[in-house]
């Protein structure tokens, strides 16, 4: 059924490919709405008022926790009072990984505490902890080449720094050191390890995250935690002095049954077209230090706002149904996402297209979009409207954001509204990750640019793929 | 003997009067060889090196520790390989006090943890911890004006901001929250307190430091720990919903029986009159959580690195002896400068002139005296010698440093060179005080200014009381 209408679309848009080409893609009294909409955003708080409460009411909210519960709560609660529909939650089971106790020390030769924090997913050193030798190592890569079996009872350390950017880019290659270490080093037979912070800042936090995800999970690896780059740096200046240097780790995680997560849905149901889903979305869980209040509180407050100022901007719906997902379980390996794509299965071809909100509270300073290679130019036009907003026009190579990984496999197109995320490393999974390091105003281009992209998007009958 | 030189200067000065007041206090070729150590100085690394050694080697080192005494040896050893005379460390007894567990959460409404830390001195809540309704209070006074016994089994808030200023001014005031909440708190019949770090930053670390000295202890007040900013702020807004907010604290700080510390000394004795002392000291203890880098490892670096730097700068020893004084147990109580002070009680009169460095490790930019009303002229003088550094010459109620307290209550006169300290208090007494928070090169202007300094008081025949 939507394939045939999809198919329909396209065979019109041919034909009257020769008369449409100077035709711009939205008329002017569709830009004049749109900017209206973003303008009434800038002035509107209620994106900050949101994220405000869901970082002081709930705090850290774990997957799988009663914390995450009560963030599901506070969602259906607000979304509701906001006057949205169907708003229901879509639940599913989740490994249940609690940190536990976790500290280490150098014992020698120069004695004294370093500051960790156990990598989500990591097994128990038991009470008693692990001693060994630390054996440091530039890369990962460089681990991967020690033969097998070299390092029998070592500590690993692989000390890779991150490299700051506007776009996230040196996220990617740190993230491997963090889901891979732990089993690479075990497969050589060390004991423990160490990662430096997958993170940008100097501050002495270390940043958690997942290991490849449990869920994935095959071996069980070796416990494995993150130093604060303050910690890595201070262990490379003890082995700097060419003696052996011996550490003690304790770290007590544990591994629970599974427990209950969940997605936390809303719409606006679409007046002409309401089979039609625009999804913009963000994830509800967070890291269990922070508060998560860039990652991912700032999304959430931002797509809820974003869906709310719409509504409110528009005297009836819009054609389409705007579906707000707040996803569980992000964190600790796109299990919302996952159960998500897979309960929405029938319907992905009617998923006109999808977005997420993970990245913090930076500007947007970009608008990039996968869509069908003849559609690139809708991207450039829905860019030219947010172009007061200090937008340009990005690639068609759009990530979406982590939730849309199989919404993006299934073929469904995803957009970035790409924020600036030059600090958001210095923050993202440390226990410095509040409220205070998103100055109230800070999410007001963010909502504007989400409530414009989403008039554009579902109040037409353009198709993206 | 030192009074009657010291009068027979000032009748010679009196006497020449009318003749000297045109004449500059220091010659040009004492100005020009004092410029010539400041260059060298900044082109030395050496005080960098000394502080990376003893952060990386020695770590936090809290007053009583074995820490502590591995600094004294490394201190020792250190300036033996630098060729300073009368090495030698004046040991005393110190109240040996030792973090425990700490943990903070708010039980209802808002279950969520906060991130506190234990402040020195204060009592433990036993295992089982404190639990109560939060009551809160702007400042120190507001806690001091409420009524005997209105604060019975709850828990206090004290939630004082503390000002940001180059000279620290906003540390006093901060300060005496820091010292006086646990004992007001307690007379009220509150069972724990907390208050809001003595800091500047809004990361996520708590201040440490210690309460009214245990030295001096008369009540053992009731636990107390301090909140870092971002938990302040999210106490507060609990707090702003209107309910009663309940929260849990455990603590288990220890108070041991006394144990040695000691101060660090060592000279370049005096080609002319080495009976006459010039002190230029800093702590060598630090607190527990960080690798005191810039409090007070800076100030160990910058005083060494500085009097050595004068030793290489002349081709003899100066007219009078340089004593480099690195305290013991300053945190705890300024429990080293006191034993100094009875130690050297009978010298007093010859300690000609007498300063810490213990702000960091900022550029200086001031130069304070305390000297006699008569005296300050040469203040200014020396200041004028410093001027190519970006110092200016400064007022005449000189602190001279937390360890200068007894030397300046004796009457010796001190000098303040006054580092920029905007950004100290965001690193002060946390676990976030490392040494990658002092970039190379940092200290060079402080052991440039320090060892003009010297020069021009150890080398001189002026008198300043």
Do not use: C
Request: proline share 5%; hydrophobic share 45%; aromatic share 6%.
């Amino acid at each position: 059924m939507r394939y045939l209408r999809h198919t329909f679309a396209v065979i019109v848009l041919a034909a009257i490919a020769p008369v449409a080409i100077s035709r711009p893609v939205f008329s002017d009294a569709v830009v004049e709405s749109a900017t209206q909409m973003m303008q009434a955003a800038r002035a509107d708080n209620h994106g900050y008022e949101l994220l405000q409460s869901l970082t002081t009411e709930i705090g850290p909210r774990l997957a799988g926790t009663p914390a995450e519960a009560r963030a599901r709560q506070w969602a259906v609660a607000k979304l509701q009072a906001s006057g949205f529909a169907n708003v229901r939650i879509d639940e599913f089971q989740v490994p249940l990984w609690l940190r536990g106790e976790e500290r280490a020390e150098i014992l020698s030769p120069f004695p004294q505490s370093l500051t960790i924090a156990t990598l989500g997913g990591s097994v128990s050193t038991g009470v008693q902890g692990v001693t060994g030798e630390v054996v440091s190592f530039d890369s990962l890569a460089a681990l991967s080449a020690a033969p097998a079996g070299s390092l029998q009872s070592r500590i690993v350390f692989v000390d890779e720094p991150m490299a700051r950017s506007r776009d996230g880019s040196g996220y990617a290659a740190a993230v491997a050191k963090r889901r891979m270490t732990a089993y690479l080093a075990a497969e050589k037979g060390a004991s423990a390890a160490l990662i430096r912070s997958v993170g940008t800042s100097s501050h002495r936090f270390a940043h958690t995250g997942q290991m490849r995800a449990v869920v994935e999970e095959g071996a069980a690896g070796i416990p494995t935690a993150a130093l604060t780059a303050p910690d890595a740096d201070q262990l490379q200046r003890a082995l700097a002095y060419g003696e052996p240097v011996t550490m003690k780790i304790v770290m007590t995680p544990e591994l629970l049954p599974p427990a209950t997560s969940g997605n936390v849905i809303a719409e606006i149901v679409g007046r002409e077209a309401p089979d039609e889903i625009v999804v913009v979305s963000a994830h509800l869980d967070s890291w269990d230090q922070g508060t998560g209040a860039v990652d991912d509180g700032a999304g959430v407050a931002i797509v809820i706002a974003a869906a709310r100022a719409l509504m409110g901007g528009m005297e009836k719906p819009p054609r389409r149904t705007v579906r707000i997902v707040l996803f569980g379980a992000e964190e600790v390996g796109l299990v919302g996402a996952r159960h998500y794509a897979q309960t929405y299965a029938s319907t992905l071809e009617q998923h006109i297209v999808a977005t997420e909100s993970d990245f913090g509270a930076g500007d947007i300073w970009r608008f990039d979009t996968r869509f069908g290679q003849d559609k690139i130019h809708l991207g450039r036009a829905i860019a030219q409207v947010l172009e007061p907003l200090g937008i340009a026009p990005g690639n068609n190579q759009a990530y979406g954001g982590p939730d849309m990984k199989y919404l993006r496999e299934a073929g469904v197109p995803v957009v970035t509204l790409m924020q600036d995320g030059s600090d958001y490393f210095d923050l993202h999974h440390t226990p410095n990750d509040t409220l205070d390091k998103v100055p109230p105003g800070a999410l007001d281009q963010n909502v504007a640019a989400h409530v414009a992209y989403l008039y554009l998007v579902a109040n037409s009958r353009l198709y993206f793929r």
